[in-house]
């Protein structure tokens, strides 16, 4: 594939990243504002199926076009801003995984046992804010990485 195909596909699993994060983020802050075990369930719910479908898809875009083009700059270890660029996709990443989805899969448990309309647990809430902080580190890292990719500073 040519570089500029390349870029399209790279271009693209930014968008669909960064726009699922975003909108996941809002909508489930939303959700929870309701504090309806019904709607909060369903947002719940939905924030996993997105992850997956949305933002795990894009991440792989990103690290299969990311990883072809940055040959043609030397690689990671190559120039300031993609090494840097680089790392802060994969701590997001870390975050992510380590922390986030367990976070998620709890919450989606809990979810299941009051969407009927059963009081939302204290731990719920504890774990919303866990997902928030940590939801919001994962969410700057690669904005830092959009400018670092756009700007490409020395």
Known sequence: MSHEGWLVVHVLGVVVFLGNIAVTAVWKLLADRTRSPVVVAYAQRLVTVTDV???????????????????????????????????????????????????????????????????IPDRYWRLSTI?????????????????LMIVKPD
Do not use: C, E, H, K
């Not at 990311?66 to 801003?81: E, K, Y």
């Not at 997902?131 to 400018?147: E, Q, R, S």
């Open 53 to 119: 479908a949305f933002t795990a898809t894009g991440a792989t875009l990103i690290a299969v076009s990311g990883s072809v083009m940055a040959d043609r700059f030397g690689g990671v270890g190559g120039p300031t801003w993609l090494t840097w660029g680089w790392w802060l996709f994969v701590a997001s990443g870390v975050i992510w995984v380590a922390v986030l989805v367990p976070v998620q899969v709890a919450q989606a448990r809990l979810a299941r046992q009051f969407r009927t309309g059963g009081s």
């Open 131 to 147: 997902w928030a902080v940590f939801g919001t580190v994962a969410t700057v890292l690669p904005l830092l990485n959009l400018y």
